[in-house]
């Protein structure tokens, strides 16, 4: 079975412009979640989705936004590109939705000029 | 908010030792403490996992001791070898609160 999928792996986008991150869960997994890894430190918690609700948010500023659709892959938006969101953004999912058990996918690395 | 401390921030230790990895959390309303380990490139995976009705879990060479009182818990690895050098994160909670990871640990096994 394939793992989480995630699109584009790579990406460079200039300041004050928008990105779309797309995630697919692994087949069944109905909870997806969101976590941003700046260079040398651990994953930080965005969101998490559960049959295409938002469950839980992170500390984030509203640039940040996601959403699930009914096959339970998702999207992350984030607008008004910073420098200091250039980041390797990680998706992962989680089969019952309210445990720890993630399984991330290899994540999408975004660049901000 | 919230924090996992961990350390060491980074381990070399020689094929077959047992390195070590700390962690001390803030929050005791979680009651789930993974550890993920994650190579160059990859994402984290999950390696081994543990709740606090217990004080320690075993899965293969890897080893979670768990101090509730001191609201620590440890990563063993047991004959470690190369191919476990990876950077390890600790982490606490889940669910709607998402997981709160520490800062990681770069671990070189050197033959």
């Known amino acids: 079975d394939a793992g989480v999928t995630q699109s584009p792996t790579h990406l460079i986008k200039t300041r004050g412009q928008h990105v779309t991150l797309r995630c697919s869960p692994i087949s069944g997994h109905k909870s997806v979640s969101w976590y941003q890894q700046v260079l040398g430190q651990g994953p930080q918690f965005i969101f998490q989705?559960?049959?295409?609700?938002?469950?839980g948010r992170g500390n984030f500023p509203d640039r940040f936004s996601a959403r699930q659709f009914p096959n339970y892959s998702s999207e992350l938006n984030v607008n008004a590109l910073l420098l200091g969101d250039s980041a390797l953004y990680l998706c992962?999912?989680?089969?019952?939705?309210?445990?720890?058990?993630?399984?991330f996918g290899e994540g999408s690395r975004l660049t901000v000029l | 908010q919230q924090q996992v401390k961990q350390s060491p921030q980074s381990l070399i230790v020689q094929k077959g030792g047992i390195p070590i990895i700390n962690c001390a959390y803030e929050n005791t309303a979680f009651d789930y403490f993974p550890w993920y380990q994650q190579f160059p490139g990859k994402g984290p995976a999950l390696l081994i996992a543990i709740r606090p009705d217990v004080s320690e879990k075993k899965e293969g060479r890897f080893t979670i001791s768990f101090n509730k009182s001191a609201k620590q818990f440890s990563l063993h690895i047991m004959d470690s070898q190369p191919g476990d050098s990876a950077t390890y994160f600790c982490a606490e909670g889940g669910g709607a609160d998402g997981l709160t990871f520490g800062k990681g640990t770069h671990l070189i096994i050197q033959p």
């Open positions: 992962a999912s989680d089969g019952r939705g309210n445990t720890g058990e993630l399984f």
């Open positions: 989705y559960y049959e295409k609700e938002e469950r």
